[in-house]
């Protein structure tokens, strides 16, 4: 029998909110995100909100965005605003990227530096957090990356091979960021990472993405990849795909995400598949 594809139509989605106040306290390090007096969460208010339909549903984070500026603007000008940006704390001029990309109805995640397994041969950048150091030492590098810029739904990783695999260590990190109002997506560059296990433990928005669509920057590749996520969609209901801003990547994006509300598969932000994969993991965990 032939698959019946109904095609998905929802209103456009709103663009996630200007920086609040209330989200926000003083710290040497810049503002740092709070959970509002009335509950509020920087990962709802400045989510690009959407009509969460039942249908398969993708979400595209672009990462390594705010130190090329070209890429950088490019991405932001040229993707859909349902694509999710991660830009590195680091970057110069952040709050003004950031700035830019809410002005386009995208939603912005910080890309948090962690240890890699080779460190420091393969250097994350500044203020990484580190297996070997203090809770209060990582607490202090996630104050210095978390205070560069405002008004971003959540964070990822930045390599972090080895962080993510130390349950120890990523316990009182996870706390921190959950404590703070913030969601937190795991670009799976850890094969080993407890980072679902911890979230769920804290009842924390969370998602893990489940490809890189060019880890291998070819037209051929990232097509494969692309396919792969649709599969992956409508077999359990969502999928997160990371991406680089290479040119190729952008040239199969422009030519893939046009055709998928005709194969009935909704483009998201990543704050809308978030907590579902969070409630995916939790049934997995108790094994119901």
Sequence with gaps: VEEVITPVDRPEGTPPDEPRIALQERSEFGPLPIVAADGQRSATVYARRVLQLDVPRIAIVMTDLGLDETRTAVAIERLPADVSLAFHPYAPNLNDKIAAARLDGHESLLAIPMEPLDYPLDDPGPNPLLTEATPQENRMALYRSLGSAEGYVGLTNFMGSALL??????????????????????????????????????????????????????????????????????????????????????????????????????????????KRQLQQGAQTADGS
């Design 165 to 274: 695999e130390d349950r120890r260590v990523l316990t009182p990190i996870m706390s921190e960021i959950e404590d703070r109002g913030l969601l937190f997506i795991d670009n799976n560059t850890a094969i080993n990472s407890v980072s679902d296990r911890v979230a769920i433990g804290f009842n924390m928005p969370y998602g893990r993405s489940n490809r890189l669509i060019d880890a291998l920057p070819t037209a051929a590749d990232i097509d494969e990849q692309l396919q792969g996520l649709e599969a992956l969609a409508k077999l359990n209901g969502s999928a997160i795909g990371f991406a680089q801003p290479f040119p190729v990547t952008l040239q199969r994006l422009d030519e893939w995400i046009p055709l998928l509300r005709s194969r009935g598969i909704d483009l998201v932000p990543v704050s809308a598949v978030a």
